[in-house]
């Protein structure tokens, strides 16, 4: 046990990203449940909160927390209860979608904090990925209230969470697609932040295993 814990505490990324893979996993059998919704909608931004306090924690993170994750944390509560209520998707999604952007863009930050790749710095890049997904999620959930119809009949969260994985990865597999424009524009958004992450991550990659070459 004590392995364990250790483990988990050099590793708060990699904690990070297996919470949020058994969210997914889990989220079809919970989700009938109001209780099920928000305990996993809380456990996430906790996992949220703790990985990034543990790997960089700066003054910007803790006014994000303050005006962004605290007030998340009680509109996922909120919207596990009220999950029709059209004002309550827009303001979780407020609150929801610059918290998980910052995140991700702390976890970059810590990946390239330095010319060393750890094990868990290689952990943040899949993390700061599903955070970025989720935050996309989000903001179809704002945009299908705003504009109604924006992809085809209204779609739950679980469904719009499915097509922000396929959008951001481009793999194409959705049955979910953007019908109105505006919807549109925000998918093709999502599309360009897939492809430079991606083109992001190598870059780094290849520029740590030139530097140390020639140091070599």
């Known amino acids: 046990m004590a392995n364990v814990i ?6 708060p990324c ?3 990203l297996v919470g949020q893979l058994v969210a997914i996993l889990a989220y079809p059998f919970l989700d009938s449940s109001t209780a099920g919704r928000a ?4 456990l996430q931004l906790v996992l949220l909160l703790a990985a990034v306090a543990a ?3 700066t003054p910007a993170f803790t006014w994000a927390a303050l ?3 605290g007030p998340a944390t009680i509109f996922a ?3 596990s209860v009220a999950p029709g209520e059209g004002w309550v998707v827009l303001a979780s999604a407020f609150f929801h979608v610059p918290f998980y952007l910052f995140v991700s863009y702390a976890m970059i930050r810590y990946l390239f904090h330095d010319d060393v790749v750890t094990r868990d710095e290689l952990f943040a890049t899949g993390a700061a990925f599903t955070v970025v997904a989720w935050a996309f999620a989000y903001l179809y959930a704002a945009v299908q209230v705003i504009w109604p119809g924006s992809f085809g009949d209204h779609r739950q969260w679980f469904d719009l969470l499915f097509l922000s994985f396929t959008t951001l990865t481009s ?6 697609v953007p019908v109105l424009p505006n919807a549109r524009s925000i998918v093709m958004v999502e599309q360009v932040a897939g492809v430079f992450y ?4 190598v870059a780094r990659l290849v520029g740590i295993a030139a530097a140390r070459a020639r140091r070599s």
């Open 6 to 11: 250790r483990a988990m505490r050099n590793h």
């Open 14 to 16: 990699g904690v990070l």
């Open 39 to 42: 305990v996993l909608g809380v």
């Open 55 to 57: 790997v960089r924690m």
């Open 67 to 69: 005006l962004f994750g």
């Open 77 to 79: 509560v909120w919207e």
């Open 171 to 176: 793999v194409g597999l959705s049955d979910i």
């Open 198 to 201: 991606v083109a992001l991550v």
